[in-house]
């Protein structure tokens, strides 16, 4: 008989359940397939005995942890682990020292660094030359986007493996394998089972700590009763980090796409998240200037109006003018023709100098700016028969361009032909005036671009 114990032995009930639930290989961990099977990345590193160091880029409760753990026992390396948040270089010293010695003796070394994106560039770059000869393999963990938070070198030293959030199935796993542990079902109703899963929102851990209060409750108990029993794990996002960029991002391409319901919801996620709904104010009001502009010149009221309705009532009821807002802003017609036009503008600006504006269009209210041709031959545009006079009000030797291209949707729809009257005006082709519609009326019958 085998002395070693079964995955669901129950050896030591003091134990959180998630560490008598830890995995004993690499094929016990679920939910990380892409990189654990053995066509995957890991797998092939397992299989070969040869591993590189590598940095695990996930969400909390994937596995990160355990999955270095098992490489270590797997390829007969030495496992030395390290937080980074609770060590500094002296504690590296000891570890590379130790390295160095079992390199001696023929003994690898693996040193797993959680957290490893909070030690700073000069820790990181202590790393390098041990990982550079070999001493060590190092395995980092982190729950950040490495591309920000780790150097170029040792980046460049290291493969990024991103690990996904546990799904439906994976966290279904996790509570069949914990019921059989604990020798009973979980006094659950169906319904309260999917509750737990979604409560647990990807985290492995965080849901096996949630069955060590749930398997002790009187069965069978429904959603509502789950939700006073446990506390639901809240959602991940750092105001300062990743997530905060990832989900106004979402929210920004939602509304760009037109698609308010997306739009909406990504919203409450960043509310729910703890965001600050001010600075959501400041980026929808950027959106309505930057992403729909002239098409619809009302929205950036909206978004001024919400802002101001939101700091004079403030959270939740303020919250609803902001929603109110994003779904303006995602149903209005888009045009980015003022955005890229005024980026046209600027690099002419910088390429032209400091060329002088027309003498003509100059005031003159001396008599040596007027005997220099000051306001000589400007015409007043109202006083003109159209309205319009043609003068040119670009610098005198530098050609006419056009920066602004207005689309043919909502409100630019009137101003493309109004351009376009005025084009002909100019050189002096008769034309009939297009309509004139007001700045109020941003002309919905325009197709949506």
Sequence with gaps: MSETPSLFDVDDTSRPLADRLRPRTLQEVVGQDHLLAADAPIGRMVDTQRLVSMVLWGPPGCGKTTIARLLAKQTDLAFEPLSATF??????????????????VGQGTMLFVDE????????????????????????????????FELNGALLSRSQVLVLKRL???????????????????????????????????????YLLNMIEQVHALPAPVGPAALAAAVQKRAPLYDKSQEGHYNLISALHKSMRGSDPDAAVYWLARMLD???????????????????????????????????????????PEGELAIAQAVVYLATAPKSIGVYRGFNKARAAAKRTGSLMPPASILNAPT????DLGYGDGYQYDPDTET??????????????????????????????????????LRNGDSATPPPNPTHTDPSPKGPLT
């Design 273 to 315: 998240g703890g965001e600050d709904p001010l600075f959501i104010a400041r980026r929808l009001t950027r959106f309505a200037t930057e992403d729909i502009g002239m098409a619809d010149p009302n929205a950036v009221q909206q978004t001024l109006a919400a802002w101001d309705v939101y700091e004079r009532l403030g959270s």
């Design 116 to 147: 490893i994106h909070r030690f700073n560039r000069a820790q990181q770059d202590s790393f390098l030359p041990y990982v550079e000869d070999g001493t060590i393999v190092l395995v980092g963990a982190t729950t950040e986007n490495p591309s």
């Design 167 to 205: 799904d439906d199935a994976a966290l279904s796993t996790l509570i069949t394998r914990a019921e059989a542990l604990l020798g009973q079902p979980l006094p659950l109703t169906g319904q309260a089972r999917q509750a737990l899963i979604a409560m647990a929102d990807g985290d492995g851990r």
């Design 367 to 370: 008599r040596l700016m007027k």
């Design 87 to 104: 060590s500094g270089v002296a504690d590296l010293r000891k570890v590379f020292s130790a390295a160095q010695r079992r390199r001696e």
């Design 387 to 424: 309205g319009f006079s043609g003068a040119n009000y670009f610098p005198d030797g530098m050609p006419r361009e056009t920066f602004y291209e207005p689309t043919t949707g909502g409100y630019e729809r009137a101003i493309t032909e109004r351009l376009r009257h005025w084009a002909q």
